[in-house]
């Protein structure tokens, strides 16, 4: 506020009661006083009503004095306008940072050579720093320091003029308080948060950039330097202007304007290499499996997913010489181990397992070398513990310190086995979501294994099709997969060995539908392309839910 002294002219200078100089309050001739140590001003007269006026309160410092603050190169200009004190407070000398409300200090900041703070006044009911100094609101900018010392010194660079204000208590309190003053600071036109150059600083700032209209708020920063202050004292105060000038528009996380990405960058193809399947209609429809993508495998019990997920997990360890994570939670490492080496030998698991003399001594010892000794195949043994956040860590453990490119998860529904059904649902989500982002941030592909709901109409041990919305447990396997296989087949028909492969979602490429013939041969116990099709889609019409819709 301008006051009437402005217009007066200067008389003399005497003694301020205010602060107790003996020379620093001078007079003018329309009955006007100004301190040139304290700020304080008003009327010789006695009429002191003016609003605004700085006015003697009890419980605060009434007796500073204002100087420079040489060592932070803050002119004593400056504290001038701010108000910015030196006292003396239980015998020791301090700074005194004046907070107001409604023109009036009600409010001090008291800050000690040790840089020990300590509030004196209503600190709860209060103004932001330097808030009183820009009463008439709006304008093109206002830009928000952490402290008070900063707040001057971005003032100082721009010679006063323009509005800068400090939260009182430093980045742990910001939100708070400027919450208080919205009304205020939405008059600007654009609002520069310029915090410290730290973690709670950078963290402060985006949080207290979410409280305004979008797009209103700019982040300054001061990097390399700690802050504003450190820079003024570097006499790096046209850098200071130059951080507030190029502070950039706030966008959460994410959010990039589609010109931050360079047409070189899209001009650059991905590093992204599809890995061929033994299944050629599944390669043409998904152009094989990748990996950072999240591929599920479903199917009634007992159809064969557990069977196709294996052998997709040995050749890509054998053919394209990959590591592979192997999780079975219902069953134990050896016999995951002996599956492995099943389908490396072409003899059934089963037969392999009572019989370990069912091959040659020398086939098996090199088959064990092929597949479980190879250095590219990882078992997990759960011990019983199915609990998912210690799952996910040993998954990422296997993707980040083991480098293995593919993971198996068998299955994703015993991972909520005896959960109470009501719990069932938000649990998949969160294991869903949790392998999602593993998938993501790891770059590690994922071979998922989950059960399906009993379905309405024709049970799926008696060939009856898979849909999405026969995943059982949460919408969420549906939504956060990549790709979804399904495999038909019914066990109760004249060709009982024979499998059908459908493609249920393929989000890159979008091919949907029926893929590959699999025929599951007895005596080798491996599920492969049926070698002679004739009708490579011979199914019979009680197998179909619907007896029209022929896999054609």
């Given at each position: 506020?301008?006051?009437?002294?402005?217009?007066?002219?200067?008389?003399?200078?005497?003694?301020?009661?205010?602060?107790?100089?003996?020379?620093?309050?001078?007079?003018?001739?329309?009955?006007?006083?100004?301190?040139?140590?304290?700020?304080?001003?008003?009327?010789?007269?006695?009429?002191?009503?003016?609003?605004?006026?700085?006015?003697?309160?009890?419980?605060?410092?009434?007796?500073?004095?204002?100087?420079?603050?040489?060592?932070?190169?803050?002119?004593?200009?400056?504290?001038?306008?701010?108000?910015?004190?030196?006292?003396?407070?239980?015998?020791?000398?301090?700074?005194?940072?004046?907070?107001?409300?409604?023109?009036?200090?009600?409010?001090?900041?008291?800050?000690?050579?040790?840089?020990?703070?300590?509030?004196?006044?209503?600190?709860?009911?209060?103004?932001?720093?330097?808030?009183?100094?820009?009463?008439?609101?709006?304008?093109?900018?206002?830009?928000?320091?952490?402290?008070?010392?900063?707040?001057?010194?971005?003032?100082?660079?721009?010679?006063?003029?323009?509005?800068?204000?400090?939260?009182?208590?430093?980045?742990?309190?910001?939100?708070?308080?400027?919450?208080?003053?919205?009304?205020?600071?939405?008059?600007?036109?654009?609002?520069?948060?310029?915090?410290?150059?730290?973690?709670?600083?950078?963290?402060?700032?985006?949080?207290?950039?979410?409280?305004?209209?979008?797009?209103?708020?700019?982040?300054?920063?001061?990097?390399?330097?700690?802050?504003?202050?450190?820079?003024?004292?570097?006499?790096?105060?046209?850098?200071?202007?130059?951080?507030?000038?190029?502070?950039?528009?706030?966008?959460?996380?994410?959010?990039?304007?589609?010109?931050?990405?360079?047409?070189?960058?899209?001009?650059?193809?991905?590093?992204?290499?599809?890995?061929?399947?033994?299944?050629?209609?599944?390669?043409?429809?998904?152009?094989?499996?990748?990996?950072?993508?999240?591929?599920?495998?479903?199917?009634?019990?007992?159809?064969?997913?557990?069977?196709?997920?294996?052998?997709?997990?040995?050749?890509?360890?054998?053919?394209?010489?990959?590591?592979?994570?192997?999780?079975?939670?219902?069953?134990?490492?050896?016999?995951?181990?002996?599956?492995?080496?099943?389908?490396?030998?072409?003899?059934?698991?089963?037969?392999?397992?009572?019989?370990?003399?069912?091959?040659?001594?020398?086939?098996?010892?090199?088959?064990?070398?092929?597949?479980?000794?190879?250095?590219?195949?990882?078992?997990?043994?759960?011990?019983?513990?199915?609990?998912?956040?210690?799952?996910?860590?040993?998954?990422?453990?296997?993707?980040?310190?083991?480098?293995?490119?593919?993971?198996?998860?068998?299955?994703?529904?015993?991972?909520?086995?005896?959960?109470?059904?009501?719990?069932?649902?938000r649990i998949i989500d969160n294991l869903m979501t949790a392998l999602r982002s593993l998938v993501e941030n790891t770059g590690v592909g994922m071979l998922l294994i989950s059960h399906l709901k009993v379905p309405d109409k024709t049970p799926h041990e008696e060939g009856g099709r898979v849909t999405l919305n026969q995943l059982r447990g949460s919408g969420s396997i549906k939504q956060l997969s990549d790709n979804i296989i399904g495999l038909e087949r019914n066990q109760q028909s004249d060709t009982p060995d024979i499998a059908l492969v459908r493609i249920l979602k393929n989000r890159l490429f979008g091919s949907t539908g029926l893929a590959d013939v699999l025929q599951y041969d007895k005596e080798t116990?491996?599920?492969?392309?049926?070698?002679?099709?004739?009708?490579?889609?011979?199914?019979?019409?009680?197998?179909?839910?619907?007896?029209?819709?022929?896999?054609?």
């Amino acid at each position: 506020m301008s006051i009437s002294r402005d217009k007066g002219k200067y008389l003399y200078s005497t003694s301020c009661d205010c602060c107790g100089s003996s020379d620093a309050r001078a007079i003018y001739d329309n009955d006007t006083y100004y301190c040139f140590k304290c700020g304080d001003y008003g009327r010789t007269d006695g009429k002191d009503d003016q609003p605004g006026r700085r006015r003697r309160v009890e419980g605060l410092i009434n007796s500073g004095w204002i100087k420079a603050l040489e060592k932070r190169k803050i002119t004593e200009e400056t504290c001038q306008k701010f108000n910015y004190q030196f006292g003396i407070h239980q015998g020791q000398n301090v700074q005194i940072a004046n907070y107001y409300k409604n023109g009036n200090i009600v409010a001090q900041h008291l800050r000690t050579a040790g840089k020990e703070f300590s509030w004196m006044g209503d600190s709860k009911n209060m103004e932001l720093f330097g808030q009183h100094l820009w009463r008439n609101t709006g304008g093109k900018r206002i830009v928000i320091t952490e402290g008070e010392i900063d707040c001057m010194s971005v003032s100082q660079v721009f010679n006063l003029r323009w509005p800068v204000v400090s939260v009182p208590n430093g980045a742990q309190s910001a939100k708070k308080y400027l919450s208080q003053q919205l009304e205020f600071l939405e008059t600007f036109e654009e609002i520069v948060i310029a915090f410290d150059n730290d973690e709670p600083g950078r963290e402060a700032a985006e949080e207290c950039a979410a409280l305004f209209t979008p797009g209103k708020v700019k982040i300054a920063s001061f990097a390399p330097y700690k802050d504003a202050n450190e820079m003024l004292q570097a006499d790096k105060g046209k850098d200071i202007a130059e951080a507030v000038f190029a502070a950039k528009v706030y966008r959460p996380d994410g959010i990039i304007e589609g010109g931050e990405l360079s047409l070189e960058e899209l001009l650059k193809e991905e590093d992204l290499f599809c890995f061929d399947t033994p299944y050629p209609e599944l390669n043409k429809m998904l152009r094989g499996l990748r990996k950072a993508e999240l591929t599920t495998i479903t199917a009634g019990s007992g159809i064969g997913k557990s069977t196709l997920a294996r052998e997709l997990a040995y050749y890509l360890m054998t053919f394209h010489h990959l590591k592979i994570g192997y999780i079975a939670l219902e069953e134990a490492v050896k016999k995951s181990a002996l599956r492995m080496m099943a389908i490396d030998l072409n003899v059934p698991l089963g037969e392999l397992f009572l019989n370990r003399k069912l091959v040659p001594a020398e086939d098996f010892e090199k088959s064990y070398s092929r597949t479980v000794a190879n250095d590219r195949l990882f078992l997990y043994d759960h011990f019983g513990s199915l609990e998912s956040s210690n799952l996910i860590a040993k998954m990422k453990f296997l993707a980040l310190g083991c480098g293995v490119d593919f993971i198996v998860l068998d299955h994703v529904s015993i991972v909520v086995s005896g959960i109470e059904v009501g719990e069932e649902r938000r649990i998949i989500d969160n294991l869903m979501t949790a392998l999602r982002s593993l998938v993501e941030n790891t770059g590690v592909g994922m071979l998922l294994i989950s059960h399906l709901k009993v379905p309405d109409k024709t049970p799926h041990e008696e060939g009856g099709r898979v849909t999405l919305n026969q995943l059982r447990g949460s919408g969420s396997i549906k939504q956060l997969s990549d790709n979804i296989i399904g495999l038909e087949r019914n066990q109760q028909s004249d060709t009982p060995d024979i499998a059908l492969v459908r493609i249920l979602k393929n989000r890159l490429f979008g091919s949907t539908g029926l893929a590959d013939v699999l025929q599951y041969d007895k005596e080798t116990g491996r599920l492969l392309p049926k070698e002679d099709t004739g009708d490579p889609f011979e199914t019979s019409e009680a197998q179909l839910e619907d007896p029209h819709d022929l896999p054609f």
